[in-house]
């Protein structure tokens, strides 16, 4: 089974920036795509973006394009969400997510493997 760990949440002013880290193990080879999710008090998970393994390719929610970009480093099997220009509106839990075929990639039922979260927290 693929592992996934975040980190780098915390607390952060409007307008600050944050980049969290998704740092995967084992058969990672069989990553179709790496996806971002959140949810906030009350709200549903929402998707907020993601990367395919092989192209690089990404996708983001409306309300996150042009803030945050998502990048991986093969090497070190880790994906990163880059936030800037945060909101308060983007405080969250974020979870990043692995996909292990092919298809949609904005749902969360998209994906196999999660990570257990971390909390981002934007005060105004």
């Known amino acids: 089974q693929v592992q996934l760990v975040e980190s780098g949440g915390g607390l952060v002013q409007a307008g600050g920036s944050l980049r969290l880290s998704c740092a995967a193990s084992?058969?990672?080879?069989?990553?179709?795509?790496m996806g971002w999710f959140r949810q906030a008090p009350g709200k549903e998970r929402e998707f907020v973006g993601r990367?395919?393994?092989?192209?690089?390719?990404?996708v983001y929610v409306d309300s996150v394009k042009g803030r945050f970009t998502i990048s991986r480093d093969n090497a070190k099997k880790t994906v990163y969400l880059q936030m800037n220009s945060l909101k308060p509106e983007d405080t969250a839990i974020y979870s990043c997510?692995?996909?292990?075929?092919?298809?949609?990639?904005?749902?969360?039922?998209?994906?196999?493997?999660w990570g257990q979260g971390t909390q981002v927290t934007v005060s105004s």
């Open positions: 997510a692995a996909k292990t075929s092919g298809g949609l990639s904005v749902r969360a039922s998209d994906y196999n493997y």
């Open positions: 084992g058969p990672t080879f069989s990553v179709y795509a």
């Open positions: 990367i395919l393994s092989s192209s690089g390719n990404t």
